[in-house]
């Protein structure tokens, strides 16, 4: 009999699909469109385990299924080719980066068009390309060219800022801006030299340079994002990071702050992922106030959400990166000051804000006045305050706060007392009393009250305002790094300007090494000529030596996809119009905070300048669950080079220890191969139970120290692609964390072959009949498509992947060979299954793909029951079951009923007092 062979059918269909671009998309407005979009991946070189493909399969089972429902499919991939991995490596080895970002993608692209993904490659993007990069570059230069209006409420050309100025100065002007701006008249404007004025737009422009508190990683050489960074340490390579002030780029993402927030209300994100970036961007409605410093010009700003809390102030904390600390430290602190700072910059602000254990501090031996009572309060440096939260300052109120509490206590400092049954917590109901003793300027308001009276003092004394402030802080857009798109700016006289935009891409030169220079200067220091000449000019400038963060390339990549080719506009208007904005997007939660907030973010600046058609890049966000590692473990006798099966380790003192899961078979060790897996392991010796030797096993993360990683390759060449895309289904709920165990393979792979059986007969020849489907046939086969339609609009697979066993168990029984019904059965199944239902629908006769075929339509009629089931009742206890027809009326049910010789033998010749009967249900007799 032949049987399924998936190493020749498989293959086959690969090369049928590429030959023929049978995924390549276009515009075609006669159509509806769908765009089905995976977050970028970063190449690495381990290439992908089993885990990788989850949220691929799952957006290539909606991406196929909406072709067949009639959908012109845009499904793309590419790869995230920038960051630090490939960086580290060319700095160990000399290899350039671009040579191990190249192989890696090969890998990838090889497994993944062996798992038969529906990706349209004629549009593959790689952010390290310069045809790609060269538009990245474009958009840097478009933000740098705008500022943020409040007035209008979005972002707009630099000229029309300039325009402003030169004709009425800032005076009246409502705009996003450094908070060191001077007021100037369009005199003062238009006498200032050219470097003056450029440098007061880079405090208004979006994207700007300013001093700023970093991570920085002097082995690394580079400033480190904050998700980069754990326990003081990075993540990769594990070394010090300490934080400094440097100049660098940003990005003001904070003038997006609230339209960040109110864009989250129309998306169609989980709420805990939408509760994510709201606790990130960080709301807090409350008041900016002034501590003047005793004997002294310097006043100490600070944001408060509780400012009717003012009485309960008993001392200053200031972050140790703030200008403020040297210049309040008293020279009998100076000493106690400096090493405490340089501890504090050690510590990430993760850390900082995440400990709540340590307890560390010291007085700046300055004092503060309270503006409201005149009372003086001691200035300590805390690294609990954050450089870059607020104004770097928190006035301190131990009876309101837990930190401040613990604070005043380790350091026994004054704790005012609350007034009781007082609520002075951000979180206070504001119709209740929230004011302190001592403070009869407040007393006997609610909290509501009392915030708007003391607001109302502080403006009308000029000592603060009321204000709205977020946690979000601006965006930090450098990198001192060689591995990533260089800024196409210049320095002229130490003002940076725009290279032309015909001179794009500003292309990577290359270096000797992939480290700093000697001088400290960012890897791309040591290039020859990095400069840059204006056309119509003699003079040679030198261009921005930091490189662009890896999150630059992708936030903006999924317009790319749809018009990959544009080599004259970063995407042509009327595409871009078509397609929109992604349907559905498919990634991992640890996005929530950096790349979907960045991406949102350059897609309103795209918005406000007109280059797009809508505000928001993905419409449908569904974040997948990580799959697990299913470790097997051998147990060692101690001091010996014996392996006691896991049943018998009992009876010695054994080491545990992992194993390669490749080794395992239904946690039964294959000896020989242990033996030949380590040298030391050569004359390994056993203990068997019954002639094998069984392991031990626990769910672990997937890890190369676990020996638990499951290649998808190793898979694929035993089962088949078919096999492994729907098995990862059918491992449970997309969304949910769950543990691979290849034990359970079989199960699924049985399942194709039975498929295959249904239509061949006994000498693996294809029988099929012509004949009318029987009833039966129609019902399972409806079934099945009502329930895989439903199941892939709401996103849940792994259920379907049941209904596709049942269906085809219930065929077999049915000895179904109908070709109606198995031609729209593996339509059905074809999005999960999609090599082994296209051989059989090419031997069904069919020339096109079947991802062309129409989704079979469900047919409510063909579910309807002939026969009904009636449990009957006699006095509350079920005695018999009736089979009836399902037109009988209420009469013929009960007329059944009452002559059935099961009834009439529990009757005993009695009349029932009442008959019950409830249609489709139940029959009743109470006697």
Request: glycine share 6%; aromatic share 12%.
């Amino acid at each position: 009999m032949a049987d399924y062979n998936h190493r020749e059918i498989e293959p086959k269909w690969q090369r049928f699909w590429n030959d023929h671009e049978t995924f390549k998309a276009t515009k075609d407005t006669s159509k509806p469109k769908f765009y089905a979009l995976d977050m970028f991946p970063y190449p690495s070189g381990a290439g992908l385990h089993v885990g990788h493909p989850l949220g691929y399969i799952a957006s290539d089972i909606v991406s196929r299924f909406k072709r067949n429902k009639g959908f012109n499919v845009l499904h793309p991939m590419g790869f995230d080719a920038f960051g630090l991995p490939a960086e580290q490596y060319a700095i160990q080895t000399g290899q350039h980066p671009a040579i191990t970002t190249r192989e890696n993608i090969a890998r990838y692209k090889e497994q993944l068009k062996n798992i038969g993904f529906a990706f349209d490659w004629d549009k593959e993007l790689q952010t390290c390309d310069p045809s790609y990069y060269r538009w990245t570059q474009w958009i840097f230069m478009q933000i740098f060219n705008s500022w943020y209006n409040n007035e209008t409420q979005k972002a707009e050309p630099i000229e029309r800022l300039v325009e402003k100025f030169s004709t009425q100065g800032n005076t009246n002007l409502d705009a996003v801006c450094d908070d060191d701006i001077p007021t100037f008249s369009a005199d003062e404007w238009n006498s200032w030299t050219e470097k003056e004025q450029q440098m007061l737009l880079l405090k208004y422009r979006l994207t700007y340079l300013s001093e700023t508190a970093v991570n920085w990683c002097p082995e690394l050489g580079t400033v480190l994002s904050n998700d980069e960074v754990k326990d003081g340490f990075s993540e990769r390579g594990g070394y010090p990071v300490i934080r400094k002030n440097m100049r660098q780029w940003s990005m003001r993402i904070t003038a997006y702050a609230q339209r960040l927030l109110d864009g989250l209300e129309d998306l169609d994100w989980t709420e805990p992922l939408k509760e994510m970036q709201r606790n990130w961007i960080g709301k807090s409605i409350g008041a900016e106030l002034a501590f003047q410093v005793e004997d002294s010009d310097i006043k100490i700003e600070v944001f408060t959400t509780r400012i009717d809390t003012i009485f309960g102030v008993t001392f200053l904390s200031l972050a140790p990166e703030s200008e403020l600390t040297q210049a309040l430290t008293t020279p009998d602190q100076k000493a106690a000051v400096d090493a405490y700072v340089q501890q504090a910059a050690t510590r990430s602000e993760r850390d900082r804000m995440s400990d709540v254990k340590t307890i560390s501090g010291v007085f700046t031996g300055s004092y503060a006045i309270n503006p409201y009572n005149g009372e003086k309060i001691p200035v300590w440096v805390a690294d609990y305050v954050l450089a870059g939260y607020g104004t770097g300052a928190v006035m301190a109120v131990p009876c309101g706060d837990q930190r401040d509490y613990d604070f005043a206590k380790h350091f026994d400092l004054p704790i005012v007392p609350v007034i009781e049954g007082a609520d002075i917590s951000e979180n206070a109901d504001p119709t209740k009393e929230g004011t302190m003793i001592n403070s009869d300027f407040l007393n006997g308001l609610s909290c509501k009250e009392a915030i708007a009276k003391a607001i109302e003092f502080a403006e009308e004394k000029g000592v603060g305002k009321g204000k709205i402030n977020y946690r979000l802080r601006d965006a930090i857009f450098a990198r001192q790094r060689y591995w990533g798109e260089p800024v196409p700016v210049y320095f002229k006289d130490d003002v940076p300007y725009l290279v032309d935009e015909k001179d794009l891409p500003i292309v990577l030169p290359e270096i000797d090494k992939y480290l700093p220079t000697e001088d400290g200067d960012p890897p791309l220091g040591r290039a020859e000529n990095f400069t840059y000449s204006p056309e119509g000019e003699d003079a040679v400038y030198p261009l921005e030596l930091s490189t662009m963060p890896g999150w630059a390339g992708s936030s903006w990549y999924w317009y790319r996809y749809m018009d990959a080719h544009n080599e004259n506009a970063f995407i042509d208007k009327d595409i871009q119009a078509y397609w929109g904005n992604v349907d559905l997007y498919i990634g991992g939660s640890e996005h929530a905070t950096g790349h979907l907030l960045y991406s949102r973010f350059w897609n309103k600046i795209f918005f406000d300048l007109g280059h797009v058609n809508q505000q928001e890049p993905f419409k449908k966000l569904i974040n997948q669950g990580m799959i697990q590692g299913r470790s097997n473990f051998v147990y060692r006798v101690k001091g010996t080079n014996q392996f006691v099966s896991k049943g018998l380790k009992g009876d010695y003192d054994t080491i545990d220890m992992h194993v390669d899961v490749s080794l395992c078979y239904n946690d039964v060790l294959d000896t020989e191969g242990f033996k030949n897996w380590r040298p030391d392991l050569a004359d390994a010796e056993f203990i068997l139970e019954d002639g094998k030797y069984h392991c031990g096993w626990e769910v672990e993360k997937m890890s190369k120290s676990k020996y638990n990683v499951v290649n998808p390759d190793d898979i694929i060449e035993r089962y088949g692609a078919d096999t492994l895309r729907l098995y990862e289904m059918f491992l449970g709920p997309l969304e949910q964390f769950k543990p691979w165990n290849t034990n359970g393979i079989d199960g699924v792979n049985k399942f194709l072959r039975k498929l295959w059986r249904l239509f061949h007969d006994d000498q693996g020849n294809l029988a099929l009949s012509d004949a009318e489907p029987s009833k039966a046939e129609l019902k399972a086969l409806h079934k099945t498509i009502k329930k895989a339609q439903e199941d892939i609009e709401r996103y849940s697979f792994n259920t379907s992947v049941s209904t596709f066993m049942i269906c085809v168990n219930e065929l077999s029984a049915l000895k179904c060979n109908n070709r109606r019904v198995l031609e729209d059965l593996i339509i059905v199944i074809s999005p999960y299954a999609p090599h082994i239902t296209e051989e059989l629908w090419s031997l069904l006769g069919h020339a096109d793909s079947i991802i062309n075929a129409p989704y079979p339509k469900f047919n409510e009629a063909f579910l309807a029951e002939d026969e009904l089931t009636y449990p009957v009742m006699i006095n509350g206890k079920m005695r018999t079951k009736l089979q009836l027809p399902a037109d009988f009326t209420k009469e013929q049910i009960e007329e059944a009923a009452l002559a059935n010789e099961t009834v009439q033998k529990w009757l005993e010749g009695a009349t029932p007092k009442k008959v019950i009967v409830v249609p489709n249900k139940i029959v009743n007799l109470v006697v």
